[in-house]
């Protein structure tokens, strides 16, 4: 199978990383969503990443649907609980971070496509608010060793993805104190073998204003 996408995206890496952790073989589809914009839409019409296009072609996107493919494949094994309220408990987490990111690259895209004079600064901050508050609650809910409790999980992952790109591109909005939990979390999951696999190469990084 072949993964579309940069590591620069948490989403796309946060489906490496899972095909890491199972042991999953994939080739790799680095073209940019933006320099090569035609050749990533005939593989999603919708010209965004991630794309995961298995064995046999079928192509699927958007990185929740892949992970949910993923974790049929290796039933047991998959870093999330099958039912009940741990299932919930994941699937909630994991919708936290990702719902936290969605609202820092909203400020990323802002900042990187709008000249100032044309930026929203109601938009900007309103998304600000909502990042800070994302990570306020997160570091709330947060469990030990792991996000959810004693086992690594999809959550931890996408936790993971985002406080790197909270690092990278929004380091305003993380706070070495209030949020010392969380990025005391990415940094001991970085260190594990799958997140070093799906580390980014220094072409992947979205390049600074």
């Known amino acids: 199978m072949i993964l579309v996408g940069q590591y620069d995206s948490p989403v796309t890496r946060r489906v490496a990383i899972a095909l ?3 042991g999953i073989p994939f ?3 680095t073209r940019s969503i933006f320099g090569e914009a035609a050749a990533i839409k005939k593989i999603n019409p919708l010209t965004r990443i991630p794309a995961l296009v298995l064995d046999d072609g079928e192509v699927l996107i958007d990185s929740s649907a892949i992970l949910d493919y993923l974790d049929e494949q290796v039933a047991d094994a998959a870093l999330i609980p099958a039912s009940g309220p741990a299932r919930r408990h994941v699937l909630q987490t994991t919708a936290l971070a990702q719902g936290t990111l969605e609202k820092v690259a ?3 895209y802002e900042r990187h496509f709008h000249a100032p004079e044309h930026r929203s600064t109601d938009w900007i901050d309103r998304c600000l608010g909502q990042a800070r508050a994302g990570l306020d609650e997160l570091s709330r809910r947060l469990a030990t060793p792991y996000a959810c409790g004693a ?3 999809h959550a931890d992952v996408m936790i993971t993805t985002l406080i790197w ?3 990278d591109r929004l380091n305003e909005v993380l706070s070495s104190t209030a949020h010392a939990s969380l990025i ?5 999951c970085e260190t594990l073998p799958a997140f070093r696999a799906a580390a980014l190469s220094d072409f992947e990084k979205m390049p600074s204003n």
């Open 20 to 22: 890491h952790h199972y």
């Open 27 to 29: 080739t790799r589809d």
């Open 106 to 108: 909203a400020v990323v």
């Open 151 to 153: 086992t690594l999980t």
């Open 165 to 167: 790109y909270l690092r």
């Open 184 to 188: 005391a979390l990415a940094e001991h």
